[in-house]
């Protein structure tokens, strides 16, 4: 029987992964608008994104966006769910994956709290439809949200 080598992934370096990382994003409305964050940490520090993170082992997805919005924006929610995934890989300048997510993307409510930056946020803010394209927002997150509120309206 072959032995089998430990696996290499150092959980808190998600720079060149063995494998993709797992993570939640949360879709949050209020009064036709969305919440977004501005990201203070590598990668994509100064961008602004829907608020979410990495799941932690053990961890279920729905516990994991919770967690995060909470971290994040100081805001509990609930999670009414999942609204799409999708992947992003950012290549370094030899086009090799120095970052590689699987996100799953939740619609969710607020349900207590307020809105204040924390953890790896810099700003949270509620942007209208109409002002989301004044904002430096993550490649592939303005089509997520787009397709959010086209959902939202028809129902």
Same mark, same amino acid.
């Given at each position: 029987? *072959?032995? @089998?080598?430990?696996?290499?992934? $150092?959980?808190? $370096?998600? @720079?060149?992964? $063995? =494998?993709?990382?797992? +993570?939640? %994003?949360?879709?949050?409305?209020? !009064?036709?608008?969305?919440?977004?964050?501005?990201?203070?940490?590598?990668?994509?520090? %100064?961008?602004?994104?829907?608020?979410? +993170?990495?799941?932690?082992? #053990?961890? =279920?997805?729905?516990?994991?966006?919770? !967690?995060?919005?909470?971290?994040?924006? %100081?805001? &509990?929610?609930?999670?009414?769910?999942?609204? &799409?995934?999708?992947?992003?890989?950012? @290549?370094?300048?030899?086009? =090799?994956?120095?970052?590689?997510?699987?996100?799953?993307?939740?619609?969710?409510?607020?349900? +207590? #709290?307020?809105?204040?930056?924390?953890?790896?946020?810099? *700003?949270? @803010?509620?942007?209208?439809?109409?002002?989301?394209? *004044?904002? !430096?927002?993550?490649? %592939?997150?303005?089509?997520?949200?787009?397709? *959010?509120?086209?959902?939202?309206?028809?129902?």
């Amino acid at each position: 029987m *072959a032995s @089998r080598e430990p696996c290499s992934i $150092n959980p808190d $370096n998600r @720079r060149y992964p $063995n =494998r993709p990382i797992i +993570g939640v %994003g949360a879709l949050v409305f209020q !009064r036709g608008r969305i919440l977004l964050v501005e990201r203070g940490k590598e990668p994509l520090k %100064g961008y602004w994104s829907i608020p979410g +993170g990495v799941v932690e082992v #053990g961890e =279920r997805l729905e516990e994991a966006v919770r !967690r995060e919005v909470l971290e994040e924006t %100081g805001l &509990e929610v609930k999670p009414l769910g999942v609204f &799409e995934i999708f992947e992003r890989i950012i @290549r370094d300048a030899e086009g =090799r994956p120095e970052y590689h997510y699987v996100l799953v993307d939740y619609l969710c409510r607020v349900v +207590g #709290g307020a809105a204040c930056a924390a953890d790896d946020a810099c *700003a949270v @803010r509620w942007v209208k439809r109409r002002d989301l394209a *004044a904002c !430096r927002i993550t490649e %592939g997150t303005l089509e997520v949200i787009a397709r *959010a509120f086209r959902k939202r309206t028809k129902r």
